[in-house]
């Protein structure tokens, strides 16, 4: 079975570019997770989709941070424009539905590393 | 807010040595509690988690961690690592009332064994 899966591996832009990444997530899972670790920091959460609809979006940074997930299979993460600080390593995980609300085990891609310069 | 201390941030150790990284949380309520590793150049995985009942769990490659809830601490530990044990390692919490599906990660130990 394949696991979950990040596209790309490692991405390096200039200030005020766009990047886009993506995340496939196991499939049958509901649940899918943003995170983020920027460098010698905690992994920070992000938002969480369930299915095509944001359940959580609490962590979103700002308004230059876009997530989708149409259709409710693979999702995107847009940064546009980029800032120096926007600089880390992008976590995607998804999971079953583990009953009464609640997430089961969390399964992580490899992260997308964006570089800001 | 809810916050993740993970109070060792650089470990080094000599094969057969015995490991213990600390975690402590600061959310009063119910909590479930997770252990992820992160190996080099993979993704993370989980090591083991705490959701109810024993409170010492036991988890894979002869990892387990003990809930303390009075200390609000859920330790990992191994009795002797192995330089296969080098990555990095991640304490998570899950707030069970009021905190949604989101995980709150610790800023991670990274351990270092050497032969």
């Known amino acids: 079975e394949a696991g979950v899966t990040q596209f790309p591996s490692h991405s390096v832009i200039e200030k005020g570019q766009t990047v886009t990444l993506r995340c496939d997530p196991i499939?049958?899972?509901?649940?899918l997770y943003w995170y983020r670790r920027v460098m010698g920091k905690e992994i920070k959460f992000l938002l969480h989709f369930v299915k095509e609809s944001k359940q959580d979006e609490s962590g979103m940074p700002n308004n230059r941070f876009l997530a989708e997930r149409t259709g409710g299979t693979y999702s995107t993460l847009k940064v546009q424009p980029a800032e120096l600080e926007d600089s880390g390593v992008y976590f995607c995980?998804?999971?079953?539905?583990?009953?009464?609300?609640?997430?089961?085990?969390?399964?992580f891609g490899e992260g997308s590393r964006l570089t800001v310069l | 807010a809810q916050s993740v201390s993970q109070h060792n941030h650089h470990v080094i150790l000599s094969e057969a040595a015995s490991l213990e990284l600390g975690c402590n949380y600061s959310?009063?309520?119910?909590?479930?509690l997770f252990w992820y590793v992160q190996y080099p150049g993979q993704h993370l995985q989980l090591l083991l988690k705490?959701?109810?009942?024993?409170?010492l769990v036991k988890g894979i490659k002869g990892f387990e961690a003990e809930f303390i809830k009075s200390k609000f601490s859920f330790n990992l530990r191994k009795p002797s690592v192995q330089w296969s044990d080098t990555a990095e390692y991640f304490c998570a919490v899950l707030r069970v009332t009021g905190g949604g599906n989101k995980l709150t990660f610790g800023t991670g130990t990274q351990l270092k064994v050497e032969l």
């Open positions: 995980a998804s999971s079953q539905d583990s009953g009464r609300g609640r997430t089961g085990e969390l399964f």
């Open positions: 959310y009063g309520g119910t909590v479930n």
């Open positions: 499939s049958g899972h509901d649940n």
């Open positions: 705490y959701f109810s009942g024993d409170p």
